[in-house]
């Protein structure tokens, strides 16, 4: 998901040391995030931001191996990530905050130097309408702190096979106070877009920035292959 945050709010939850980088400083601007601030230069000041959501039907982590078929009860890992600048000014994403909804998965990410969030994530159909017809679009229902996002959907019907590997540099402070390198690898068969209704509620910071932000962008989605998350010091 792709947004943008307002200056103030963003600085307030980026790492000391780290500082928001405006959408208009912001280089390969997402083109959703471009489209709004062409048609809406007052936006041209506010921090690019993403959120991320992985489920994974295999996991291997510090150790720990897990395998759920059910896609209902897959394992889920959210990145929330802000733009920033690096030493040199260059544009990169600082991760604010990084959720899981298995315990399992914790203890390799503070071996690693990082303090997991827990999440909550359920995925299912969406519920007959009041006339008792059923839908094919599925629903997810995800918890992050006091945030629920809940995104009714599909994938569009113009997937195409992904030939290259996305990749997602970013660093995080970690629970040394010390900055933590991440890379987020995926190679998945699959692309495409993702047409379906988003909702967003709740109280926190995550929830009033994805609520006063002028776009929600879902998209694109990512269908099997693997993936790949380093961590270092």
């Known amino acids: 998901?792709?947004?943008?945050?307002?200056?103030?709010?963003?600085?307030?939850?980026?790492?000391?040391g780290a500082t928001p980088l405006p959408a208009e400083r912001a280089g390969d601007l997402h083109p959703s995030l471009r489209n709004v601030v062409a048609a809406q230069p007052e936006f041209a000041g506010w921090v690019p931001a993403r959120l991320c959501f992985l489920y994974f039907g295999r996991v291997e982590a510090g150790g720990v191996?897990?395998?759920?078929?059910?896609?209902?009860?897959?394992?889920?890992?959210?990145?929330?990530?802000?733009?920033?600048?690096?030493?040199?000014?260059?544009?990169r994403e600082v991760a604010v905050e990084i959720f899981t909804s298995s315990s399992r998965l914790e203890r390799p990410a503070r071996d690693a130097g990082l303090d997991f969030r827990s999440a909550r994530s359920t995925v299912g159909k969406v519920p007959e309408d009041e006339e008792g017809r059923p839908s094919e679009d599925d629903r997810y229902s995800i918890r992050l702190g006091k945030t629920r996002i809940t995104w009714d959907g599909h994938p569009a019907g113009d997937s195409t096979g992904a030939s290259t590997p996305v990749v997602m540099a970013w660093r995080a402070e970690?629970?040394?106070?010390d900055w933590v390198e991440g890379v987020l690898t995926l190679a998945p068969r699959s692309s495409g877009g993702m047409i379906g209704s988003l909702k967003v509620e709740g109280k926190d910071d995550l929830a009033d920035m994805l609520m006063q932000s002028p776009i929600r962008f879902v998209g694109p989605g990512y269908r099997g292959g693997g993936a790949s998350l380093r961590i270092a010091h």
């Open 1 to 16: 998901m792709q947004f943008l945050v307002e200056p103030a709010a963003a600085a307030r939850r980026l790492p000391e």
């Open 65 to 91: 191996r897990m395998t759920q078929k059910d896609p209902r009860k897959a394992p889920l890992l959210a990145l929330w990530t802000v733009a920033a600048p690096d030493s040199a000014g260059s544009p």
């Open 174 to 177: 970690g629970r040394s106070d």
